[in-house]
Nanobody, 117 residues
Framework: QVQVVESGGGLVQPGGSLRLSCATS??????????MGWYRQAPERERELVAL???????KYADSVKGRFTISRDNAKNTVYLQMNNLKPEDTAVYYC?????????WGQGTQVTVSS
């Protein structure tokens, strides 16, 4: 069983930045092969994709965050990051880390990001 733990959320003013981290348990060999991503869910809305990164570092972003958010991974630390710049109030949500290894999927508990003045 792989554990996925997010950190780095908080309150930030519009235009500000935050970096989310997602650490996974398990071996480095497994992490290197994992497909990782970030999703978010705002109140009364469905969970939506934010960004994905493959084992070979191919990335995909939601149109709403392109040019502002960057997903990256550090295989030496079994960690994936989401750098969020120029944050907007509509980015306010609980952000969830997602991990996939073969057909098994894992989710973190979520971290709250609030963008407000």
């Amino acid at each position: 069983q792989v554990q996925v733990v997010e950190s780095g959320g908080g309150l930030v003013q519009p235009g500000g930045s935050l970096r989310l981290s997602c650490a996974t348990s398990g071996s480095g060999d497994i992490f290197r092969g994992m497909y990782m991503g970030w999703y978010r869910q705002a109140p009364e809305r469905e969970r939506e994709l934010v960004a994905l990164i493959s084992s070979i570092r191919t990335t995909k972003y939601a149109d709403s965050v392109k040019g502002r958010f960057t997903i990256s991974r550090d295989n030496a630390k079994n960690t994936v990051y989401l750098q969020m710049n120029n944050l907007k109030p509509e980015d306010t949500a609980v952000y969830y880390c997602y991990a996939r290894w073969t057909t098994d999927e894992y989710w973190g508990q979520g971290t709250q990001v609030t963008v407000s003045s």
